[in-house]
T-cell receptor, first 114, second 113 residues
């Protein structure tokens, strides 16, 4: 089984709809991240969480919210989706050990907002 | 502010040829540097990282990278590429202010048979 899973893998929705993307991990890591990837822009951090009670905004948090339901689960919500939120979304995890531990990525969710 | 530049959007090399992917960073102190690979339809996987010490770093899949402080570079190399190396490669620098990664835009590697 994959260590970091994301659901759904693909989603097409309409402008104004509320969307939730889910991430689960079995690695036992405390730190979890949500990124979006756009062609030519690399990865940009949306939100990150260093433990269950810790939520931090990243570079591009506007229009997004997150919930850390448990150590293993970190959900990303788009309250009212808009077309420029069409992107590939990745969840990642890392250990809390030494500041810059390796990040382990899920397979991604491709979101299209019409 | 910290930043990462990958000057090449695409690179095409023949199978068996050598490879060098460029990465330049902007950072005031000793950087924490990373190379990740994204195979088609998959998430990212760490190839190698540099924190300190020997400036030539060995990674997985036969890749290596060299940290050159004077050039603010951390270029990725492989002596002989295989068709399975076709992927997108991302360089990243660690921001010590919040322990986050700043990512380059990526370089897509295309392998010619």
């Amino acid at each position: 089984d994959a260590d970091v899973t994301q659901t759904p893998r693909n989603r097409i929705t309409k402008t104004g709809k509320r969307i939730m993307l889910e991430c689960s991990q079995t690695k036992g890591h405390d730190r979890m991240y949500w990124y979006r990837q756009d062609p030519g822009l690399g990865l940009r951090l949306i939100y990150y969480s260093f433990d269950v009670k810790d939520i931090n905004k990243g570079e591009i948090s506007d229009g997004y919210s997150v919930s850390r339901q448990a150590q293993a689960k970190f959900s990303l919500s788009l309250e009212s989706a808009i077309p420029n939120q069409t992107a590939l979304y990745f969840c990642a995890t890392s250990d809390a050990g030494q500041g810059f531990d390796e990040q382990f990525f899920g397979p991604g969710t491709r979101l299209t907002v019409l | 502010a910290q930043s990462v530049t990958q000057p090449d959007i695409h690179i095409t090399v023949s199978e068996g040829a050598s490879l060098e992917l460029r990465c330049n960073y902007s950072y005031g102190a000793t950087p924490y540097l990373f190379w990740y690979v994204q195979s088609p339809g998959q998430g990212l996987q760490l190839l190698l990282k540099y924190f300190s010490g020997d400036t030539l770093v060995q990674g997985i899949k036969g890749f290596e990278a060299e940290f050159k402080r004077s050039q603010s570079s951390f270029n990725l190399r492989k002596p002989s590429v295989h068709w399975s190396d076709a992927a997108e490669y991302f360089c990243a620098v660690g921001a010590t202010s919040n322990y986050q990664l700043i990512w380059g835009a990526g370089t897509k590697l295309i392998i010619k048979p």
